[in-house]
């Protein structure tokens, strides 16, 4: 996978499709890694007339980490004592027109997923030049008001994972035991597979803790969101217990004519049985 240097540090990316074709920047959430976009997904909108850029965020696989910053403050983050943080979403939003930059991309359409779906909202109101369209899936505004984690979501996302592999594995099965899709079969493999995948590619807990404060340390996205003019569209499962799905409805009320799609069953993941519905929707939502 090729790496470039963007904003300032190294992003590792991976696209897949005719680089003549529309581009489509894919903004993975919080600890997830380019890979947590499955190929076969990628491949299938690459089918619809895309080229798409996949890649790993600052402090999460192979870009850069910011492993000599001091540890995040995570009481006083939630007290609203953002000072601790060592970079908000802004930067990370940053990034992503870095990429774009390097990759001579004027402009995208821009899919984000959970923190994903905040650093683009973050992205089409900082660079709106760089965005064609917009999809937030899954994520929230930053008002504390709406999109909360229920209580069993917000134990499992606090819980330090085990340093070792296979303790890092079960780990990851007990969480998306708690917030995937409780309307469909849970693929427990499919989550091993995942999990030891991100492992063995590059294990940065750390990391995970500050994005996690840049998320808690940045500002209420609504009034910046009310001036987006591109076409947009957000995506959430009805069912999703990590981000409650009032965070999709304040999304989609904050953007001026977005189009809301709730999906029945649908937790915080995308499952291969959704990708129809999700891709038709991109697509159109794209105008393509």
């Not at 402090?59 to 850069?64: C, F, I, M, Q, Y």
């Amino acid at each position: 996978m090729p790496s470039t240097t963007a904003n300032g540090i190294q992003i590792e990316y991976e696209t897949t499709g005719d680089p003549g074709a529309a581009p489509l920047l894919l903004v993975m959430g919080l600890g997830g890694q380019l890979i947590a976009w499955d190929t076969e997904l990628c491949e299938r909108l690459a089918e619809r007339g895309f080229y798409v850029i996949r890649y790993d965020n600052r402090d999460v696989g192979l870009s850069s980490d910011f492993e000599g910053s001091p540890p995040p403050d995570l009481m006083g983050l939630l007290g609203g004592d953002g000072s601790s943080a060592p970079y908000l979403l802004a930067d990370m939003a940053g990034d992503a027109s870095g990429l774009l930059d390097a990759l001579d991309v004027a402009a995208a359409h821009v899919v984000g997923v959970s923190m994903g779906g905040m650093i683009v909202q973050q992205l089409v109101i900082d660079h709106p030049a760089r965005v064609l369209s917009l999809c937030s899936i899954m994520s929230t505004i930053g008002d504390r008001s709406v999109g909360q984690p229920s209580s069993e979501a917000t134990a499992v996302l606090l819980r330090v994972p085990p340093s070792d592999r296979a303790g890092y594995v079960d780990h990851e099965v007990e969480t998306w035991r708690v917030i995937s899709s409780p309307g469909f079969p849970f693929d427990e493999q499919r989550i091993r597979d995942r999990a030891g995948g991100a492992y063995d590619r590059r294990f940065l807990p750390a990391g995970v803790g500050r994005q996690l404060a840049a998320i808690l340390a940045s500002p209420d996205r609504t009034e910046g969101l009310g001036r987006v003019t591109v076409p947009s569209l957000v995506i959430h499962g009805a069912g999703d217990v990590l981000v409650d799905p009032s965070g999709g409805r304040a999304t989609a009320a904050a953007i001026p004519g977005a189009q809301l799609l709730m999906i029945p069953g649908m937790g915080h993941d995308l499952l291969p049985v959704v990708w129809d519905t999700i891709v038709d929707a991109i697509v159109k939502n794209t105008g393509h």
